[in-house]
């Protein structure tokens, strides 16, 4: 499985940006699929999952604010992004986990200035 994210940017606080991941195969195959951020000298957390039946979950530190999705049609996952603060700021990354086995893409920079 590929996964190729964009939709990353400079932002200024308060703005909004909408990150996509498309995958390389249905995504109706996908298990779950998943955002995960991750800022200099920090972890790699997992910010919000959709499963294949469409079940969400989100970090605290999101709820509200962030939403994620996806179109099967197009094999593509979302994250729209809204109130960004500069806490936000990170490397987001998409994930993919298909039994038996999670796939990562490239990341995506994001950048919310004060």
């Known amino acids: 499985v590929q996964l190729q994210a964009s939709g990353g940017g400079l932002v200024q606080s308060g703005g909004s940006l909408r990150l996509s991941c498309a995958a390389s195969i249905s995504i109706l195959s996908i298990n779950v699929m998943a955002w995960y951020r991750q800022a200099p000298g920090k972890p790699r957390d997992l910010v919000a999952l959709?499963?294949?039946?469409?079940?969400?979950n989100y970090a605290n530190s999101v709820k509200g604010r962030f939403t994620i999705s996806k179109d099967n049609t197009k094999n593509t996952m979302y994250l729209q992004m809204n109130s960004l603060s500069p806490e936000d700021t990170a490397v987001y990354y998409c994930?993919?986990?298909?039994?038996?086995?999670?796939?990562w893409g490239q990341g995506t920079l994001v950048t919310v200035s004060s």
């Open positions: 994930n993919a986990y298909k039994i038996p086995k999670y796939y």
């Open positions: 959709i499963s294949n039946l469409g079940v969400t």
